[in-house]
């Protein structure tokens, strides 16, 4: 490895002192909420101890490479390594309570607490400032969309961002802030959840597949990633699919238009109760914690209708697809493709932080009712 390769995460001081910020703001946070005082720099113990922690920071940022190709790497990726970071910054301080026998000399709680402010705080920030640096490279695209001629058929797809830088990163901040809380509780329900699916699958002794299904989806940029799924259907659903077609015009004609199927044979009975619940999408909660999606926005398209989405495509993957968007609260499975993705650019042109939580609390009521789910 050259010298350029190995250090290459000088050039991203950005992120390096964003850590360093996030962490001390932390410190001091976790601090106050333990012992309702703001005197931290008066105890030279405690001012050694921040210190300290943001020398082992620094120092496991530059052993690991942290940031090292941090705008090439996908967001669940470069998450993996934001965990790992974090891990090892526990690991060393544990060891070096443990060494030197001054662990009883700080409060466990407040370093606790002081850790999951700082992981809480340092992620969206990061996230933001790669989201906006990334929206640099992409700028001469933006700029040939804005100012050279446009077909007819497509001007009013052009969406012309008027929003200042400040107002773009704040709500970028907020809406990645949501999804990280978002993606922790769904994960964590997830847990349990999968263990009940599971139990569901060996019961139904019809089925012995697989609990998760995963398929390769369309994400921002038009980017492929892996999304999950509780698996709803017979494990061989896409061979099948294509001679169900193949023998019955009207569901080929049906799902010409839905790109779904109602009353589709492959789907097994725990899928059925699954997908009437909407319980099947909760996996993607584990998308949205690595960053590959966000709990709203257009829902990810499959590879193969790329070709069907024709003059929508480049504006519909300027958005991060969502586990709910529009189509979700419009009828879902009673929405003809074409309408979908009509909804998805209305969203992209009216798109707010405040439409994204209007969203949200329409989708928690839609699964309550089970409207439009098959």
Known sequence: MSFKEKYTWIKHWDFILIDLVCLIAAFVVAYYLRFNDLNIFNDIEWVALLAFCCCVNFFCMIMQSTYSGILKRRYYQQFQRELRLFLSQIAVLCIVFYAFKIGVNFSRVMMFTMFILYFAFSQPLKY??????????????????NTYDIPLDTNDLVCIEKRSDAWKLVGLFFKRTIDIIGGIVGCTLLIPLTGVVFALNKLNEE????????????????????????????VDADEKLERFLEENED?????KVYRKIKNDPRVTKVGKFLRRTSLDEFPQFVNVLFGD???????????????????YYDIIIKYKPGITGLW?????????????LEMDINYHKNHSFKRDIEILLKTIKHVIKKEGAI
């Not at 400032?129 to 929206?135: F, M």
């Not at 012995?208 to 259907?233: A, E, H, T």
């Open 128 to 145: 933001t400032r790669k989201k906006i640096l990334n929206n640099e490279f992409s700028h001469k695209k933006n700029e040939y969309l």
């Open 207 to 234: 089925d012995d597949g697989p609990v998760f299904y995963i398929q390769d989806r369309i994400g921002q940029n038009g980017r492929k990633f892996k999304m999950l799924k509780f698996r709803s259907m017979v």
């Open 251 to 255: 569901v080929r004609k049906e799902f």
């Open 293 to 311: 999606m966000s709990l709203v926005g257009p829902r990810p398209y499959l590879v193969r209708e790329i070709d069907d989405m024709g003059k």
């Open 328 to 340: 979700q609260i419009s009828g879902r499975s009673d929405v003809a493709f074409e309408d979908r």
